[in-house]
């Protein structure tokens, strides 16, 4: 079983929909970050997050650390959300090596 | 700032040749990452290096090496490359611990 499992792994969904992709994961963490990856490959950093909630314009992420479950949510989806959403953790220590679940992909018609 | 850049975008290699793949980050990191992604896969971390001069192996090291020899550059190098090895490779840079990584925008080799 993988350290990170993410739900689903693929999501299609019509532009305007409100969309939660979810990340459980069953080791002890001192952060969780969400990625976005698009078409092409360029990976970029959405949110990182210890606790609680945190927004950045359509992007809301949440995470509790008692379940062990942290989950995105899109509002308002539109095609350019389309991309591959990836969940990581990071355990403890100086490196802050981070383990990555598999990646959500997302789909989002007009 | 250019962020973390990665050379060549795309490489084709024969069975047995070997390459280096070229990491650069003009933001003061110490922390950087090398990291593969295989189709279905969770990124996997190869090498990692928290500062000049030191460097760790990951998850996935057989078959690579790295140096660090200044703080901008994180050189990944395969020798004898196998088609095990085909994957897209991605750097990234940390500026400290309990920060974000930031990634470059990654090379696709493909060992034929």
């Known amino acids: 079983k993988n350290e990170v499992e993410q739900s689903p792994q693929n999501l299609t969904a019509q532009e305007g929909e409100f969309i939660t992709i979810n990340c459980s994961y069953s080791v002890g963490i001192s952060a969780l970050h969400w990625l976005q990856q698009h078409p092409g490959g360029g990976i970029v950093s959405l949110f990182m997050?210890?606790?609680g909630k945190k927004k950045h314009g359509r992007l809301i992420a949440t995470i509790n650390i008692q379940e062990k479950h942290s989950s995105l949510h899109i509002t308002a989806s539109h095609p350019r959300d389309s991309a591959v959403y990836i969940c990581?953790?990071?355990?403890?220590?100086?490196?802050?090596?981070?383990?990555f679940g598999t990646g959500t992909l997302l789909a989002v018609q007009p | 700032n250019a962020g973390v850049t990665q050379t060549p975008k795309f490489r084709i290699l024969k069975i047995g040749q070997s390459m280096t793949l070229q990491c650069t980050q003009d933001m003061n990191h110490n922390y950087m990452y090398w990291y593969r992604q295989d189709p279905g896969m969770g990124l996997k971390l190869i090498y990692y290096s928290v500062g000049a001069g030191i460097t760790d192996k990951g998850e996935v090291p057989n078959g690579y090496n790295v140096s660090r020899s200044t703080t901008e550059d994180f050189p990944l190098r395969l020798e004898l490359a196998a088609p095990s090895q085909t994957s897209v490779y991605f750097c990234?840079?940390?500026?400290?611990?309990?920060?974000?990584?930031?990634f470059g925008p990654g090379t696709r080799l493909t060992v034929t």
């Open positions: 990234a840079s940390r500026p400290r611990a309990g920060r974000e990584q930031y």
């Open positions: 990581a953790v990071r355990g403890g220590g100086a490196t802050n090596k981070l383990i």
């Open positions: 997050l210890s606790s």
